[in-house]
């Protein structure tokens, strides 16, 4: 069984659907430390004329920075819900596919929401059913997890019953392959290739919300983002 493990993102882009749609199992991992200035509240739209705009979700945060992702509470009254569904649909209601995802995204932001986490995971299995990925998730947080780095992704294997991981581009850093050889698991790094997609006739931009492409490909996108997907076998053990 191949495992996939990310940050629960706001409206993630292209590269974190890519991910786990190699996976048998997507753990979100709520239980890990919040990192602001990240895109677990925040994410690029392209705006109509052209250019981007970043929507981020008020956050409150107690203790400082030190909360975990599944703790972090939304701030505000409910304003940036509506002044987000504004933006996106003043940027995308001329886009070719706007109409047939605009009433279930519109329901989300007339919720309301008291936990980001929980915000973003609605979006997720949103996101997921209209791209076709049907994958089965799971939090971390229901796994009393104690380690890190390197040794946190083999206990998630090990408490999920998976043989395989897959990593980031970013695990480079950290991940000691070796691990994985004596622990008998498979590991894999995923390298993500942004494809290019027609944005209604206008210069291409990479790294928005998957919403983007969603919008302008309709049912295509899942074909969009399968030829993107790219796997690392060297790293296996």
């Not at 945060?61 to 504004?86: S, Y």
């Not at 886009?95 to 329901?107: K, M, N, S, T, V």
Request: neutral net charge.
């Amino acid at each position: 069984m191949k495992l996939v493990a990310h940050q629960p993102e706001y409206l993630p882009y292209l590269g974190f659907f890519a991910k786990v749609s190699t996976a048998d199992l997507f753990l979100v991992s709520d239980h890990l430390q919040y990192a602001a200035k990240d895109f677990q509240n925040r994410n690029y739209i392209r705006r109509s004329d052209g250019g981007k705009v970043l929507l981020t979700v008020p956050v409150r945060l107690a203790e400082g920075w030190n909360q975990t992702i599944d703790e972090v509470a939304i701030a505000g009254t409910g304003r940036w819900a509506k002044k987000h569904w504004k933006t996106i649909y003043h940027a995308y209601h001329k886009a070719p596919y706007f109409g047939l995802y605009a009433e279930a995204l519109e329901d989300i932001y007339t919720r309301p929401w008291s936990k980001l986490v929980a915000l973003n995971v609605a979006l997720l299995r949103l996101l997921l059913r209209w791209l076709s990925i049907d994958v089965p998730m799971d939090f971390t947080s229901r796994y009393d997890l104690k380690e890190s780095k390197t040794d946190l992704l083999i206990e998630m294997c090990k408490k999920t019953g998976a043989d395989t991981f897959i990593s980031g581009r970013g695990a480079r850093d950290y991940v000691i392959l070796e691990r994985f050889a004596e622990e008998g698991l498979a590991h894999y790094f995923f390298d993500f290739v942004h494809p290019e997609y027609d944005q209604k006739g206008q210069a291409f931009m990479a790294n928005l919300s998957v919403l983007d492409l969603l919008f302008n490909q309709g049912p295509a996108a899942r074909k969009v983002i399968d030829e993107a997907v790219r796997m690392t076998p060297l790293s296996t053990f």
